[in-house]
């Protein structure tokens, strides 16, 4: 069992920074790819970012591409989420969410086996 909580989200202006953190509390860490995915009011759950087992392959949405950068932590158990350049549509839950197989990075929801709360992101224009 994996148990996930985000922190670090908040209220910042359109053009800001934001760094999320999802510690995971299991041993296993090592062995699952991890992803980020938002909802925003009203709409359906969407990838964001994701990161293999190993760290070394990363993969991101058209619409975050260039601004996002995913990074795991081993030392930590965490999985970062830095966002840069943040725009009023970036507004949502930012939830993490783990997989042990296959090596990653998975950008298909359905296939996570674990889910974080969720952290608040609220980018004002």
């Known amino acids: 069992q994996e148990q996930l909580v985000e922190s670090g989200g908040g209220l910042v202006q359109a053009g800001g920074s934001l760094r999320l953190s999802c510690a995971a509390s299991?041993?296993?860490?090592?062995?699952?790819?991890m992803g980020w995915f938002r909802q925003a009011p009203g709409k359906e759950r969407e990838f964001v970012a994701a990161?293999?087992?190993?760290?070394?392959?990363?993969d991101y949405s058209d619409s975050v591409k260039g601004r996002f950068s995913i990074a795991r932590d081993f030392a930590e158990n965490t999985v970062l989420l830095q966002m840069n350049r943040l725009k009023p549509e970036d507004t949502a839950v930012y939830h993490c969410?783990?997989?042990?197989?296959?090596?990653?990075?998975?950008?298909?929801?359905?296939?996570?086996?674990?889910w974080g709360q969720g952290t608040q992101v609220t980018v004002s224009s």
């Open positions: 299991g041993r296993s860490f090592a062995s699952y790819s």
């Open positions: 990161v293999s087992r190993g760290g070394d392959i990363s």
């Open positions: 969410a783990a997989v042990r197989p296959p090596w990653g990075p998975i950008r298909d929801a359905n296939q996570y086996d674990y």
